[in-house]
């Protein structure tokens, strides 16, 4: 079976330092990977998505980077945190095709002071 | 561009009760509708999806529903238990890159 991991669970970071958030699936070969923000009362806004391993496509201009540097990796990285990269980041994984299910990890909580 | 609402923002309701949550979406032009959970400060679980030529999918006491014609999707609970207690996130898609979450419905099941 798949499982996907997600760490670190919670992440207390001062404004202007690096960040790097990690995520691995495991029981499945080339799945596309995503990394979705969950702000309080607003909806998943998805960040980005890959579909092989150095394919990174971004949804949306932002202070964030990823890196897909193995097949089942996924990276999260900032080099200079803002107060408002605060919020609820999710990896998840699907396979390939317009009618698959999404899998997403457990999250985690990063607050930026 | 695609816009997906879910009302109510929150539901409370009795043990036992049957329920409906609801889903709309701007552009019929989908692949499939997506039904999620989210536990308090957890990741989503997928419960349900439903491809664009289907009308409806079933899972235990679970049943989610399809109208492209009128962007509508629901998803009906069957007598509700506490353990149901969750927030439901439904999102449309065109592609696996291309979901559009919903803001999500939290329900509460009273003992």
């Known amino acids: 079976s798949q499982t996907i991991h997600q760490w670190p669970a919670t992440l207390v970071q001062p404004v202007g330092s690096p960040l790097s958030l990690e995520c691995t699936v495991e029981?499945?070969?080339?799945?596309?990977l995503y990394w979705y923000r969950q702000a309080a009362g607003r909806g998943l806004q998805l960040l980005f998505y890959?579909?092989?391993?150095?394919?990174i496509s971004s949804e949306v201009p932002q202070n964030l980077s990823a890196s897909r540097p193995q097949d089942r990796q996924f990276i999260l990285s900032s080099k200079k945190l803002l107060l408002s990269d605060s919020g609820f980041y999710l990896c998840?994984?699907?396979?390939?095709?317009?009618?698959?299910?999404?899998?997403f990890g457990s999250g985690t909580q990063l607050s930026v002071l | 561009k695609q816009e997906v609402t879910q009302i109510p923002a929150a539901l409370s309701v009795p043990e036992g009760e049957n329920l409906v949550l609801n889903c709309s979406f701007t552009d019929s032009a989908i692949y499939n509708l997506q039904w999620f959970r989210q536990d308090p400060g957890k990741g989503l679980t997928s419960l349900l999806l439903?491809?664009?030529?289907?009308r409806e999918q079933t899972s235990g006491r679970l049943n989610a529903s399809l109208d492209k014609s009128s962007g509508r999707s629901t998803l009906y609970i069957a007598a509700s238990q506490p353990g149901d207690s969750a927030t439901y996130l439904c999102?449309?898609?065109?592609?696996?890159?291309?979901?559009?979450f919903g803001k999500g419905t939290k329900l509460t099941v009273n003992p």
């Open positions: 439903i491809q664009s030529s289907q």
């Open positions: 999102a449309s898609s065109r592609g696996s890159e291309k979901l559009v």
């Open positions: 890959s579909v092989g391993i150095g394919q």
């Open positions: 029981g499945t070969s080339n799945p596309n």
């Open positions: 998840a994984w699907s396979r390939g095709g317009s009618n698959e299910k999404l899998f």
